[in-house]
T-cell receptor, first 117, second 116 residues
Framework: DSGVTQTPKHLITATGQRVTLRCSPR?????VYWYQQSLDQGLQFLIQ???????AKGNILERFSAQQFPDLHSELNLSSLELGDSALYFC????????????????FGAGSRLTVL | AQKITQTQPGMFVQEKEAVTLDCTYD???????LFWYKQPSSGEMIFLIY??????QNATEGRYSLNFQKARKSANLVISASQLGDSAMYFC?????????????FGEGTQLTVNP
């Protein structure tokens, strides 16, 4: 158990629907990252939050949004789902953010597997 | 432009032998970090090893070592004494710092198979 909790583990839904993926970071970690892993795109960075604030943004679609709450858990909202959104969505956490020195290792959750039919 | 390149889609190694997984990177930053993660078939991402751009010595973690050649912009992972449980996908990643945040950019991965 990495200490990063993601729910749900599996989700099957239809095109056009909206889903919410939830992530609880490791205790003490202030930074949360979301990644999408699909067969054709590999591991793609979506967005980073640090202590409730958005800090870095990747190729996140406008149909997707995220936030980090005061208790540091984060949610990734995916709307108007398309077949191509089927993927494994990872949340990762770390204790610090950008310009810190040192490793700033990201600890990943087990992922949420989304299937859009 | 591809920032992390893993040129070996698949690699095979005999149990108890050593194997090197290649990774090259591209950056103009002076300060950066390089990581290797392992993803077994169960899907989780497991951190293996880290190398900072200013670290003068190659990183080692148990059976894992990182062959860091800064001038060549390569950060190859060496796994010694391979075990059957090492069969997995291996990802090289680079930390990119931004104004107020950071991200890890991953390569496409190398699928390692350890044969008995």
């Amino acid at each position: 158990d990495s200490g990063v909790t993601q729910t749900p583990k599996h989700l099957i839904t239809a095109t056009g629907q909206r889903v919410t993926l939830r992530c609880s970071p490791r205790s003490g970690d202030l930074s949360v990252y979301w990644y999408q892993q699909s067969l054709d795109q590999g591991l793609q960075f979506l967005i980073q939050y640090y202590n409730g604030e958005e800090r870095a943004k990747g190729n996140i679609l406008e149909r997707f949004s995220a936030q980090q709450f005061p208790d540091l858990h984060s949610e990734l909202n995916l709307s108007s789902l398309e077949l191509g959104d089927s993927a494994l969505y990872f949340c990762a956490s770390s204790s610090t953010t950008a310009t810190s020195t040192g490793a700033n290792v990201l600890t990943f959750g087990a992922g949420s597997r989304l299937t859009v039919l | 432009a591809q920032k992390i390149t893993q040129t070996q889609p698949g690699m095979f190694v005999q149990e108890k032998e050593a194997v090197t997984l290649d990774c090259t990177y591209d950056t103009s930053d002076q300060s950066y970090g390089l990581f290797w993660y392992k993803q077994p078939s169960s899907g989780e991402m497991i951190f293996l090893i880290y190398q900072g751009s200013y670290d003068e010595q190659n990183a080692t973690e148990g059976r894992y070592s990182l062959n860091f050649q800064k001038a060549r912009k390569s950060a190859n992972l060496v796994i010694s004494a391979s075990q059957l449980g090492d069969s997995a996908m291996y990802f090289c990643a680079m930390r990119e710092e931004e104004t107020s945040g950071s991200r890890l950019t991953f390569g496409e991965g190398t699928q390692l198979t350890v044969n008995p």
